[in-house]
């Protein structure tokens, strides 16, 4: 009796070896296979979330299709770290393995938020509470100051603050300004950092081409050097819309005639401050602006804008866009 019972404990032994050693060939082989998904996916896992859990989340999303082998994967690759939650952005047949991998190595999908130049602080707080999945809500009554948001493209992901995006533009507004303030020209006539922010955003309303902002800058230059009024169309829009919004028609004589220090066609020399959020190209051409003899300027019916040194040489240039307009 003894003898038979040394003879299935060893062979239970065995036994069990020999299945060990199948399973963890059959683990080997699944893990790499191409899993189900058939084109990329962005799957979001919460935070807190278990192993049991994510594989949950990642079978309803068609990321995997086997539960179970995932939830061995992760025992099996735990050397390469917990997993961690966030949003994922998951390949086309991504396999079981891989899976786990991207989600070990926590490099989560980068969203982006591309905020245009030129727009109002109301505008920009406008799209940064539309924008998908970051939390909280802006107080569009409690706006950042005019003029201290840098537009460009911010990345950031799911989860994160709309008040750190907010933030994260005024430090880099903050960064620009030191970096090319020591670079102005020494002739210039703005003063300060407000000055400069302010005329740089009449200069962004302006003109959306980047070759032309030296040339717009050194015009307005050109006429605060002499005291001549600005009488700049984007000035008196933000005097009438108070910038919370587009004004959607034409600027109206009585528009033109409007009492605010943000109307350039009545009040001479600069606006109190920014009618806008400038970028960095506009920023730069005011402080390193064309020189030139310019005073005027006047849409040239290609997108941009032919100058002229006298009245007469503007009058010119206004009747030959009439004229275009009127072909039109």
């Not at 998908?132 to 603050?161: F, Q, V």
């Not at 587009?246 to 009545?266: E, F, Q």
């Not at 020399?269 to 064309?290: D, H, K, M, T």
């Amino acid at each position: 009796m003894g003898g038979f019972l040394k003879f299935l404990f060893t062979f239970v032994i065995i036994a069990g070896l020999g299945m060990a050693v199948l399973g963890f060939f059959y683990v080997g082989r699944e893990l790499p296979k191409d899993g189900p998904l058939a084109a990329e996916k962005i799957v979001y896992i919460p935070a807190g979330s278990g192993v049991r859990q994510i594989g949950s989340t990642l079978a309803e999303n068609g990321v995997i299709g086997d539960e179970w082998m995932f939830r061995i994967g992760s025992w099996a690759m735990k050397v390469g770290g917990p997993l961690k939650a966030g949003e994922y952005k998951f390949a086309a047949h991504i396999s079981i393995a891989g899976a786990i991998k991207l989600l070990q190595s926590g490099k989560t999908y980068q969203r982006q938020l591309t905020i245009p130049e030129g727009l109002t602080a109301f505008e920009i707080v406008e799209l940064v509470n539309a924008a998908e999945a970051l939390e909280g809500t802006l107080d569009i009554a409690r706006l950042p100051a005019e003029g201290t948001l840098l537009p460009e493209t911010y990345n950031y992901t799911h989860g994160e603050k709309r008040t750190a995006i907010i933030d994260r533009m005024a430090a880099a507004m903050k960064k620009t300004l030191a970096e090319y303030w020591p670079k102005r020209d020494a002739n210039s006539p703005i003063k300060n950092e407000t000055e400069w922010v302010t005329m740089a955003s009449v200069v962004e309303r302006e003109t959306a081409l980047t070759t032309e902002r030296p040339r717009v800058a050194g015009v307005f230059l050109n006429r605060l050097k002499i005291g001549m009024p600005l009488q700049s169309d984007p000035t008196t829009i933000y005097a009438v819309t108070e910038g919370k919004g587009k004004l959607g028609r034409s600027l109206t004589t009585a528009d033109l005639r409007i009492d605010s220090p943000y109307n350039t066609y009545v009040a001479t020399g600069l606006p109190p401050g920014p009618i806008a959020n400038p970028g960095r190209e506009s920023l730069i051409a005011v402080l390193q602006p064309e020189a030139h003899e310019y005073l005027y300027f006047v849409a040239d019916g290609t997108g941009g804008h032919a100058f002229g040194r006298s009245l007469d040489e503007h009058n010119a240039n206004v009747a030959k866009w009439r004229a275009l307009q009127r072909q039109k």
